[in-house]
Each structure stands twice: as structure tokens, then as C-alpha cells.
């Protein structure tokens, strides 16, 4: 099964990695290295690990959280897509959905 990064949660890596870069740039890029790394490694091997993201109530919309970040994913048959990513405690735009 393979996995996609969309442009919606590209931009959102862009976001998170700037914010953070107000401390320190380089630990900026290496958490941004850090949720990339985890995300792919838990969804390529277990793609149904994440729970269904509340906001949305639908099986194939999921989430992911690491540290202070959910990541939202929808299952496809043939691939997962990371559709966009976010401060935990905020909630789920339907925008960022497409």
C-alpha cells in the first residue's frame, strides 16, 4: 500500500516547521523529519492504527497524533493520503479535507 503526502498537508508541514523555527531552525527540521518518519512508519505497516477523527465520524478518516500534532489520513484500496496535519488541540477544518 503506498502512501501520499497531499499539498494541503505539505503547507501544514511548512506551518508547524516555521512556527517552531522561532526557537531553533535546525530543531524545527528535525521535528518536522521526526513526524514524517513516524507517521510512515506506523501507517505503512499498520494503516488502520489510527482512530477515526471525531470532527468526522467516517471509517476511512483517520488520525494520527504525535507529541502535540494529529495527523489526518483517509484509507484508500490502493494507498493512504495524508490529508492534512495540526496542533492537537484545535479542530478539524472540512476545508482541509480536499
Do not use: C
Request: hydrophobic share 40%; charged share 35%.
Amino acid at each position: 500500500m503506498g502512501l501520499v503526502w497531499t499539498h494541503e498537508s505539505l503547507e501544514r508541514l511548512v506551518d508547524i516547521e516555521d512556527f517552531n523555527a522561532n526557537d531553533s531552525t535546525e530543531r524545527a527540521a528535525r521535528f518536522i523529519d521526526q513526524l514524517i518518519d513516524h507517521t510512515e512508519k506506523m501507517l505503512i505497516n499498520k494503516p488502520g492504527i489510527g482512530r477515526v477523527v471525531p470532527e468526522i465520524g467516517r471509517a476511512e478518516i483517520r488520525e494520527l497524533i504525535f507529541k502535540k500534532y494529529r495527523i489526518v489520513y483517509r484509507l484508500n484500496e490502493n494507498r493512504i493520503e495524508i490529508l492534512t496535519d495540526f496542533e492537537g488541540r484545535k479542530l478539524l477544518r472540512f476545508d482541509e479535507l480536499e
